[in-house]
């Protein structure tokens, strides 16, 4: 497969209301947040299209955090409608990732995928609908979606959907791995504490 041909969407436009800040902008190590982190891991690993889906209230601080040499490869889009959740973010991020075969569905609240782990999932995708990482038979992030499903997701009208309920109608490839941060979502001071 072309590494052209995949896209990713980051997922930001939630309030973090547990957290009490935002979780793109949780500090990652002393130079990069966590979009940060993320965004440089999928232009990293050959990711020529990446999407953030951010909220009003955190859209300005994401855009102030890359040049405009970024504008190549980045585009951060507004959902204007962050109390239609999560399903609904997907669909404003996808809508802007048309002509590619492939898109990989990223939180910000997991900010541990990194180059080997794209590469794993990327080389699973021949063949498949949906890639899923596992970790011990746990499905974990990120996430691959082939272009069929994302022209599907975008078909659907209603807001309520989750993830779950589109994926149970496609047949599923896990890919095994031995990082078992796959698995974290980390909504919580405490749960960012245990992990930085």
Do not use: W
């Amino acid at each position: 497969m072309n590494k052209n041909s995949i896209a990713v969407v980051i997922l930001a436009a939630g309030f973090s209301t547990r957290m009490g800040k935002h979780k793109s902008l949780l500090m990652f190590d002393d130079k990069k947040n966590f979009i940060q982190q993320i965004v440089e891991v999928y232009k990293n690993s050959g990711i020529e299209k990446i999407v953030i889906v951010a909220n009003r209230n955190n859209v300005e601080k994401i855009s102030d955090l890359f040049s405009n040499n970024d504008l190549e490869f980045l585009t951060i889009v507004l959902n204007e409608h962050p109390e239609y959740e999560r399903f609904y973010s997907l669909k404003v991020g996808l809508q802007k990732i048309e002509g590619f075969d492939a898109c990989f569905i990223q939180s910000c609240d997991n900010p541990f995928v990194n180059e080997e782990l794209v590469f794993n999932i990327k080389e699973g995708f021949i063949g498949a609908h949906v890639v899923i990482p596992s970790y011990l038979n746990r499905k974990g992030h990120p996430i691959l979606l082939c272009g069929s499903i994302v022209e599907a997701i975008l078909r659907i009208e209603k807001n309520d959907c989750t993830m779950r309920d589109v994926l149970r109608e496609y047949p599923s490839k896990l890919v095994n791995v031995t990082d078992d941060k796959i698995l974290v979502n980390i909504n919580t001071c405490e749960e960012y504490m245990s992990f930085f």
